[in-house]
């Protein structure tokens, strides 16, 4: 089978030198060019499967390169670009990716991190190959939320690992979207930096399509997509302002997203405003998130209520129990008494091999999906993507 081929767009002979030798280790095969115009001659000539554009060039810079390539393309083939940028900068970002660039890094950068873009970019892309058209099959489309009833249950690991067994061991187009726009702890826990773009540049843009959407998202190497949250509680309140003065713009986010993965897997905050009401309205389930003790108890009863005043039906609501086997002195039956609902769901206790796992950056399904804990969550994940699938099927 012929190397994978990458076009490196860069006049810095440095930078030029540090890729080729990164490229290489990797197996790739490595093309060079020095100025925006000599690569976009040699992305016709050669028609590599993935380029590595600089922005700031002489005769002709990253943005009208990028969209010189796009623009010669045949229909059927897209070649993945990435932008290699000197800042953080968001408004430079987002003129990357209207230019036509699939994603973006900024230099200095480790290549550990090039590498693992590389080849997302290239597994999300089919490798740059010509596709035939409606080719790809139908989505599942499903929306899934996932609420905590107090602080503290592991509403956010139990999301992060479901989206991680959804992708990777399912096989599932999967997207994971942290809706805690203020203090969202995704970035941390997956180890991603600030500089990651978020729901707010995908709610704040008024012609937001299945393209630009899809550049908004970040590549995760377990195989997810995801919608980060704000970096700063300020920005979150752009998106709470945006979403009030026009629902349907978190509707298109959220339409986009059925149409273009099997499952949209939602990290919600425990707060019940009109963002989150939203989310309630459009999700195909909501798993509401707890664990047995009595205070928890009671807050789930209060939730039940208010989503049934809400005029949900009842199986759209689901309760998961996570620490399933730490003992509390409320069992199952005990617990299920209590609410007047069966608990569809459980998930065991591990607590340390849990908190080892995001103070690592690595959820436990990336790290030990074997482990008992692991084996735990894929059980759900399998449990939901049957229920799914079968109704999809009827």
Known sequence: MAATKVLVIDDDLNIQRVLVFTLKQEGFEVHVASDGQAGVE?????????????????????YAATQQIRAAEKAGRRVPIIMLTAE??????????????????????????????????LARSGGGQERKPNAEKATLGRLACFYGAKGGVGTTTIAINTAIALAGRLKRKTALVDANLQFGDMRV????????SSIVNAISEPDLDADLLKKLMVSHHAGMQLLLAPPNPESADLVVERQRADPRALSNI???MRKAYDYTV????KSIDDFNLQLFD??????????????????VRLVIE???SLGYERGKIQLVLNRSNAFTGINVDNAESALGRRIGYQV????????????????????????PLGQSVSKFATELDAKFATELGS
């Open 189 to 196: 826990f997956l180890d991603l930096g600030l500089d990651s």
């Open 42 to 62: 040699m992305a016709a000539s050669i028609a590599p499967d993935l380029v590595l554009m600089d922005v700031a060039m002489p005769r002709l810079d990253g």
């Open 282 to 299: 459009e999700a195909d389930v909501i798993f509401v998130v707890m664990t047995a003790d009595l205070s928890c108890l009671k807050n």
């Open 88 to 121: 953080a900068d968001v408004e430079q970002r987002v003129k990357g990716l209207r230019a036509g660039a699939d994603d973006d890094i900024v230099k200095p950068f480790h290549p550990l991190e090039l590498i693992a873009r590389i080849k997302a970019l």
């Open 348 to 371: 065991i206790n591990e607590y340390r091999g849990a908190i080892s796992a995001l103070n690592s950056g690595e959820p436990f399904m990336s790290s030990r999906p074997d482990g």
């Open 266 to 269: 939602v990290d919600m905050a």
């Open 306 to 308: 208010t989503m049934e």
């Open 254 to 256: 959220l339409a986009l």
